[in-house]
């Protein structure tokens, strides 16, 4: 079992940027792919960036050259940085680890991009 808890969203201009934290209990965590999905009211659920193992990326075409995710598995977290964030860009942003067959979401962070 893996627990995973978001932090760092918020409310932030439209131009800003923000990073986010996804921090995994466990000591296995470096086996895992980690992802960052976002959930806008009224839509659906949809993968913003994905980090496997051993460190590829890769990222929605809405996300690419703006946005960077990266791991550090001596900390057990997962980062997602946002830079030019749009007012579309608004949603509950959730972390996810998995591998193979299992995977752990978290309880997800709110986003808002307003002026």
């Known amino acids: 079992q893996v627990q995973l808890v978001e932090s760092g969203g918020g409310l932030v201009q439209p131009g800003g940027s923000l990073r986010l934290s996804c921090a995994a209990s466990?000591?296995?965590?470096?086996?895992?792919?980690g992802g960052w999905y976002r959930q806008a009211p009224g839509k659906q659920r949809e993968l913003v960036a994905v980090?496997?193992?051993?460190?590829?990326?890769s990222y929605a075409d809405s996300m690419k050259g703006r946005s960077t995710i990266s791991r550090d598995n001596a900390k057990n977290t997962v980062y997602l940085q946002i830079s030019s964030l749009k007012p579309e860009d608004t949603a509950v942003y959730y972390c996810?680890?998995?591998?193979?067959?299992?995977?752990?979401w978290g309880q997800g962070t709110q986003v808002t991009v307003s002026s």
């Open positions: 980090i496997t193992s051993d460190g590829s990326t």
């Open positions: 466990g000591s296995i965590f470096s086996i895992y792919a």
């Open positions: 996810k680890v998995f591998r193979g067959g299992a995977g752990y």
